[in-house]
């Protein structure tokens, strides 16, 4: 599948899924380049433009041998009523950064969120979005 962005006032619309991600100019200013992200799939796939990188994207990777359990443990992880414990596992798995959490694509978002207050802090918020930094667990 094609995917293309279409940017309006500073915004990007993702066309194929119809989901509106606010710009994420932020991260570059919160995040460095080698940072690991944990965010929803269609979330990713714009991520990376602007800083850090991904667990996984809804598209395999060539170079990336471990690509479909990558894309598995993200859904997982995104999926509601999953254990703070299992999720906390998938974090250390990845070594993960930051949690990218887009309250439109994650309907117990602010569960998710209250879960991890105790391993980090909202670095970032909007509308849409939620950066929590995970540093308290490396």
């Known amino acids: 599948a094609f995917w293309t962005a279409v940017w309006q006032n500073s915004e990007i619309v993702s066309a194929r899924q119809a989901v509106h991600i606010p710009g994420l100019s932020f991260l570059s200013d919160r995040t460095a380049q080698y940072d690991v992200i944990l965010a929803d799939l269609d979330t990713s796939k ?15 990777l060539s170079f990336v041998p471990d690509y479909s359990g990558r894309q598995s443990d993200v859904e997982r992880f995104f ?4 254990p703070t414990s299992e999720r906390l ?4 798995k990845y070594k ?32 849409l979005l939620v950066l929590v930094s995970l540093a308290r667990l490396h």
């Open 89 to 92: 596992e998938t974090i250390e």
């Open 79 to 82: 999926t509601r009523q999953v």
């Open 96 to 127: 993960v950064d930051y949690l990218l959490v887009n309250k439109h694509a994650n309907e117990d978002w602010e569960e998710l969120v209250t879960s991890f207050s105790s391993f980090g802090v909202i670095d970032y918020e909007n509308d």
């Open 46 to 60: 714009i991520v990376p433009a602007f800083g850090g990188k991904v667990v996984a994207l809804d598209q395999p």
